[in-house]
Every structure is written in C-alpha cells, then in structure tokens.
C-alpha cells in the first residue's frame, strides 16, 4: 500500500539513502558503503527527473551522450523507443509541454536506454491512461524477457503487480510481509 515504504527500499537499493541496518547486496557483493553511480543501476523516480531544458529526444538520449554513442546508434536506438513508448510526436518538445504520461514515457525510455546491472522502477506506469498502462505493461515484460536484467518494480496496485511480477513482496509499514511467486500470492495471501 501507499506509504509502505517502497520508494524508499528503492532509494536504499539505489544509494540514495543509506539503511538503518542492514546491507544492501547486489550479485552477492556488498554495496551498501558504494556510491549510487558506482551501483550501476537504472532508476525511474516518481518525480521523474527529466532535464528541463533539453528536449524529449535529448532527454531519451541522454545516457547514450554521456557513454559517448555514436550518434547512429543514438538516433537509431531513441528513435526506436520513441516508437514503442509511443511518444515520437515529442521528441522535439521540452518537458514543460510534456503531459504526465508523456513525463513518464520519456523518463522511462531513457533508463531503458541503459544496459545497467538491473532496473528500478518507482511507480513508471501511474500517470498514464488504462490503455497505455495495459500496452506498457506487455512492453515492459517483454523487456524484461529480451535483456534478461532484474525489473525491481514498485507499485500500490496489486494487479499491476501480479500482471508483471514473477515474484511479488509485499510490504506493509516499512516490513517485508510476504514474498512469493505471483501466483502463489494470490491464491495463498498471508
């Protein structure tokens, strides 16, 4: 539910804040004292965090400028996001122009860019309309599927979550309550 304390494992996970106790592990290795750019993981916040003065394409493109991409490749592989996101009518657009979907589309094509150890996505489907959340959820675990990384995917909504996850955690005031297969959570809740 709302205030769990998701979006905060996720900052955790991500280096962004530090844990009151614990460890934080990725590939068996501890980085819980690593700086979050030493992580190398992809995040989508919920406030989203795109540039304001740099246009979609350039928002998308961002991670790609920054490892020095070809520009073919750039444009190549924006252009063919822009297309599955759904927003290439945008991409010559500022984000101040941008709706709340297209905010999040643009965010989200820009982390997929990515090929970081894994993914963590606060929330990327909420501001969009029913349609689009159902074609971005088949999207996503198509995704998933295709580059074989991790989608640690924060939502409130449990159908979002049981439609994506392979394994669902549900917490509760900060608690880890359950973890188990999609499946197994629907039929066998604790």
């Not at 991500?14 to 068996?28: H, K, R, W, Y």
């Not at 501001?127 to 580059?147: A, C, G, N, P, V």
């Not at 924060?154 to 973890?179: K, M, N, S």
């Amino acid at each position: 539910p709302a205030g769990a304390g998701k979006t905060t494992t996720l900052r955790i996970i991500a280096g962004l804040e530090s844990p009151t106790s614990g460890e934080v592990f990725i590939e068996g290795m501890d980085f819980t004292q690593h700086q979050p750019n030493q992580r190398d993981i992809a995040m989508i916040f919920d406030n989203l965090a795109l540039y304001p003065n740099k246009n979609g394409y350039e928002n998308i493109a961002s991670p790609l400028r920054i490892g020095k991409a070809p520009k073919d490749e750039i444009d190549g592989r924006v252009m063919k996001m822009a297309e599955m996101l759904k927003i290439s009518h945008i991409l010559d657009r500022t984000p101040a122009t941008f709706s709340g979907g297209e905010r999040q589309r643009v965010a989200l094509g820009r982390a997929m860019l990515r090929n970081p150890r894994f993914y963590l996505l606060d929330e990327p489907l909420s501001s969009l309309d029913f349609m689009l959340r159902i074609d971005l959820r088949t999207e996503l675990k198509r995704l998933q599927k295709e580059s074989g990384k991790t989608f640690l995917f924060a939502t409130p909504d449990y159908t979002e979550a049981l439609a994506l996850a392979d394994t669902v955690c549900v917490l509760i005031d900060g608690t880890v309550r359950q973890v188990a297969k999609a499946q197994e959570l629907y039929d066998k809740p604790i």
